[in-house]
């Protein structure tokens, strides 16, 4: 086991989680054999006791469809339970009165807890969506707002996300998933490459997430993660890099608690106020928990 985190801290933050109502919406990512574990429901009941056993004192959920009935009701969820510290929801980004919707969830129950925002760029087939004039415009009131944008894209996509973190500098572009690297492939470039010069842009964050179901469900190793790992810890720094559970979704190939262990072991050289800012410290900054 790799150095925890220290006791002195406020508990560990879990940048990265998920919950679904399938009853509520269907949740069309879900589909075919690989995902068939995950077609059903995932609740804050489910993952708060895992989490607080763990160690960890605040989460940030994420949308999961780009429906604008979901942030609403993620915001509803962060307002009544106390782990929920931070939300990152969906709104349209291409519309003209983006920034009026951005003030009107914020005027909802919760609405305080709104930290950023996040477009399922991943399923857009445009590689330079992110470069298009109308969600320029759209990220341009996140800035505004005062509100992170989530970054969900996989490595071809990045050189469009450094453009627009270089095109942005008031906007803070928080990558998840370390950009989906090919990890059961075991191949590194062109995707470090690609990290790293996003990772220039000081305005750019990196949540260490994900990686577990990048992986080989079956048969990931630490090992097999530790060079994707490395690569964001030197791109980004631990000032720049949070912890993210990626619950439920990692269910598919690890617990709550082996992504946690995971983590731990992968960051085991940094020192305790590294380790410090990578468990907590920089999601409490960048989202303003």
Avoid at 78 to 102: C, F, I, M, Q, S
Avoid at 123 to 152: M, Q
Avoid at 215 to 236: E, I, K, M, N, S
Wanted: with cysteine; glycine share 6%; proline share 7%.
């Amino acid at each position: 086991m790799g150095a925890a985190v220290t006791e002195s801290t406020p508990g560990i933050v879990d940048a990265h989680h998920h919950v679904w109502d399938l009853s509520v919406r269907d949740q069309d990512w879900i589909t075919g054999d690989a995902l068939a574990p995950i077609r059903r429901n995932f609740s804050l009941a489910d993952v708060a006791p895992e989490a607080r056993a763990a160690g960890v004192g605040a989460t940030v959920v994420v949308q999961t469809v780009t429906v604008p009935e979901e942030t609403p009701e993620l915001l509803a969820l962060a307002e009544a339970n106390d782990l929920v510290a931070g939300v990152v929801g969906w709104t349209d980004l291409t519309r003209p009165d983006v920034a009026d919707t951005l003030a009107a969830l914020r005027e909802l129950p919760g609405g305080q807890h709104l930290v950023g925002i996040r477009h399922q760029v991943q399923s857009e087939p445009d590689p330079e969506w992110l470069l298009r004039p109308d969600v320029r415009r759209g990220l341009s009131a996140l800035a505004d707002a005062g509100l992170a944008h989530d970054l969900v894209v996989l490595p071809h996509q990045l050189p469009a996300c450094a453009e627009a973190a270089a095109d942005l500098p008031e906007l803070t572009f928080v990558l998840d998933h370390l950009g989906k690297p090919p990890i059961a492939r075991g191949t590194l470039e062109p995707w470090a490459a690609a990290v790293r010069t996003l990772a220039v842009r000081p305005n750019t964050v990196c949540k260490l997430s994900g990686m577990v179901t990048e992986a080989d469900h079956a048969t990931w190793t630490v090992d097999d993660l530790r060079p994707y790992a490395d690569t964001v810890l030197d791109a980004f720094g631990p000032r720049r890099l949070m912890y993210g559970s990626d619950w439920p979704v990692s269910t598919l190939a690890a617990t709550y608690t082996e992504v946690l262990d995971a983590a731990r072991l992968l960051t085991d050289a940094l020192d305790p106020a590294e380790r410090q800012e990578v468990f907590g410290g920089t999601a409490r900054r960048v989202y303003s928990l």
